[in-house]
């Protein structure tokens, strides 16, 4: 029923940019918080950050002051702008609610940081 299609990924040089998309379908976004999360190699899926219906925002510590979430209702589409990008940000990318509980995850896209 819900889908989540990332994509935008791609490989940038340390202090680069990059914005990522979260096509969505099954759901009205506007009725749910939104976010993104990261898995980098041999860890643990994290969460980075969080768009609330209110379009209040949160981030990890590691990306605030560098990515901004935002969303465009109309498109049913969540974005991840991502700034000033650091080694330790290579990961896949995944967007989900915030807590990544409530529905399945979508294949994520590539983001890889490379001098």
């Known amino acids: 029923q819900v889908q989540f299609v990332e994509s935008g990924g791609g490989l940038v040089q340390p202090g680069g940019s990059l914005t990522l998309s979260c096509a969505t379908s099954g759901i009205i976004v506007s009725d749910y918080n939104m976010g993104w999360h990261r898995q980098a190699p041999g860890k643990k899926r994290e969460w980075v950050a969080t768009?609330?219906?209110?379009?209040?925002?949160n981030y990890t510590d590691s990306v605030k002051g560098r990515f901004i979430i935002s969303r465009d209702n109309a498109k049913n589409t969540v974005y991840l702008q991502m700034n000033s990008l650091k080694l330790e940000d290579t990961a896949v990318y995944f967007c989900n609610e915030p807590l990544g509980l409530a529905f399945t995850w979508g294949q994520g896209t590539q983001v890889t940081v490379s001098s």
């Open positions: 768009i609330t219906r209110d379009n209040g925002t």
